[in-house]
Nanobody, 133 residues
Framework: VQLVESGGGPVEPGGSLRLSCTVS????????LGWYRQAPGHECELIST???????YYSNSVEDRFTISQDNAKHTVYLQMNSLKPEDTAVYYC????????????????????????????WGQGTQVTVSS
């Protein structure tokens, strides 16, 4: 199974970026796809998920600014990020699991640690987003 993110990079405050995550070797079935992020000095945060039927979830920190979508034919999930703020600076991880949840406490708030554990699902390698003027 591979999840490959793209679309990160530097952007000025108020700008937009679109992250993409292409999934291969994975039978979607009823699994969730979604995005976590790890900002410097902050715990790993689940920010958005989408189920196969299109049901979405957004954390309070990104609701009304970010939009998750999917193209099942292309096995790709997108995260459109608008009105970006400096506090959105983070490494963004795409993930897939039967149900995506807030990170379990035994991962110590570390996305990379969770990404190494098969129990937490499948994760991409992460893509850096830097919001700065």
């Amino acid at each position: 199974v591979q999840l490959v993110e793209s679309g990160g990079g530097p952007v000025e405050p108020g700008g937009s970026l679109r992250l993409s995550c292409t999934v291969s070797g994975f039978s979607r079935d009823d699994s969730d796809l979604g995005w976590y992020r790890q900002a410097p000095g902050h715990e790993c945060e689940l920010i958005s998920t989408i189920s196969r039927d299109g049901t979405t979830y957004y954390s309070n920190s990104v609701e009304d600014r970010f939009t998750i979508s999917q193209d099942n034919a292309k096995h790709t999930v997108y995260l459109q990020m608008n009105s970006l703020k400096p506090e959105d600076t983070a490494v963004y991880y795409c993930a897939a699991n039967l149900i995506l949840r807030t990170l379990a406490p035994w991962y110590g708030g570390d996305c990379a640690r969770a990404a190494r554990d098969p129990e937490s699902g499948y994760w991409g390698q992460g893509t850096q987003v830097t919001v700065s003027s």
